[in-house]
């Protein structure tokens, strides 16, 4: 696939304690086929055109997005990504997958993905992400964002 792997995320640090951690997992159990921030995924906000740049690529056409905190602005940005790229395999690594989405509301992250069919995990990439075929839909997906971002 010719990502830049790992020596992105040393180069320009990582920017948090967990995408270092899943790094660190893709490292030694899936070998070189994936790439840390390696393109950004276009999408538009109403009256405003944005980017989303995702942090891990697999080679088999996951795209794995880590968050410790998930705002409600990061949320919404997601419903709008999946809406606009319904063939992008966009999946969930939080540091907590129970934590609520706000202080007020009994929702969790792992509820509100559930909601809106978002795959998670809890703090790390399962195996059986890893070790799914590359699905020839998501793959070109995935590589059409990477050769025009």
């Not at 399962?126 to 839909?137: D, N, Q, Y």
Request: hydrophobic fraction near 40%; proline fraction near 5%; charged fraction near 25%.
């Amino acid at each position: 696939m010719g990502l830049s792997q790992e020596a992105a995320g040393r180069k320009h640090g990582w920017r948090s304690g967990l995408e270092k951690a899943v790094a660190s997992i893709l490292a030694d159990n899936y070998g070189g086929d994936w790439g840390y921030e390696v393109a950004s995924i276009p999408f538009v906000q109403p009256a405003k055109e944005r980017k989303y740049t995702p942090d891990f690529f697999l080679g088999n056409g996951i795209i794995i997005e880590t968050k410790g905190r998930w705002m409600r602005g990061d949320r919404m940005k997601m419903l709008m990504v999946q809406e606009q790229h319904p063939n992008l395999d966009i999946r969930f690594v939080f540091s907590n997958a129970r934590s609520r989405i706000s202080k007020k509301s009994k929702t969790t992250y792992a509820a509100y993905c559930e909601r809106y069919g978002f795959l998670y995990a809890h703090k790390v990439v399962p195996k059986a992400w890893l070790a799914e075929p590359p699905e020839a839909v998501r793959v070109a997906a995935m590589e059409a964002i990477i050769e025009g971002g």
